[in-house]
């Protein structure tokens, strides 16, 4: 079963210097339980795709369709961790991971053994009373996490939610990401433009082309799971690795 759908997608922007058009003819689907990372370079419309698959942006041409149903708007279904965890500073880890649950209405005292239990899941336990600048930028990331899972989501959305760490924190939380997919089996669309990333997390990763984007490739990544520090030296890793990045020299005839 597809979970989302992408097909025949464009989204052209007006701009004081006319149409520019960031996304042509995207098609794609991701399956129930997938993890697929999207690859490109800066500019080439991975965060507008994530815009459109939130539901926060309607495309110029072509539909969007999550469990079957088109995307018309923000839906309840579809969690988002974003670039920067944007935790509200006043508000201590166990209401950050609430603010959903308070926009949608919902009974804060009904969802707080769930925001404790994903806080355990995500390796925060005994946090739950700090305040975000008591907390690392990994623990915050965790935290984001948390949030975009609080409401149960069936697709799970993450605009490079490793963007702004540093190279340790990032190994690690690749690990942890890993860990709370399997555990949660929730569809992910993961926008990245780290290779190693997108090898190590993915089941698929789709490669697009510079703006306007559209998938130019989809290779499958068939490395087994449990995936560990092991996996990156893997030959198989390094090859997949090595296929990807060949994606984006120039090649010969380009101008």
Request: proline share 7%; aromatic share 6%.
């Amino acid at each position: 079963m597809s979970r989302l759908a992408v097909e025949n997608v464009s989204l052209v922007y007006d701009t004081s210097r006319g149409p520019l058009t960031a996304l042509s003819d995207l098609s794609f689907k991701v399956g129930d339980g997938e993890f697929v990372s999207v690859l490109g370079p800066s500019g080439c419309g991975k965060s507008t795709l994530l815009r459109l698959a939130s539901g926060l942006m309607a495309p110029s041409q072509g539909t969007l369709r999550l469990s079957g149903e088109a995307i018309k708007g923000p839906r309840p279904d579809v969690g988002i961790v974003f670039q920067q965890p944007t935790l509200l500073p006043w508000r201590r880890v166990i209401d950050n991971v609430l603010v959903p649950i308070r926009a949608m209405g919902r009974s804060l005292s009904e969802y707080r053994p769930k925001a404790l239990a994903l806080l355990e899941l995500v390796g925060l336990k005994g946090f739950e009373n700090h305040y975000p600048h008591e907390l690392s930028g990994g623990m915050q990331q965790r935290v984001g996490i948390a949030r975009g899972l609080i409401h149960d989501p069936s697709m799970l959305l993450m605009d490079e939610p490793f963007a702004a760490l540093d190279a340790m924190t990032r190994e690690t939380m690749m690990d942890e990401i890993q860990r709370i997919w399997s555990t949660t089996a929730k569809s992910v669309l993961f926008i990245t433009h780290s290779i190693p990333e997108a090898v190590y997390l993915s089941d698929r990763v789709l490669v697009m082309s510079p703006r306007p984007g559209r998938v130019i490739e989809e290779v499958a990544i068939d490395l087994p799971r449990p995936r560990t520090v092991a996996t990156l030296d893997d030959r198989r890793f390094v090859a997949l690795s090595s296929h990807l990045r060949a994606q984006f020299r120039p090649k010969a005839g380009d101008p």
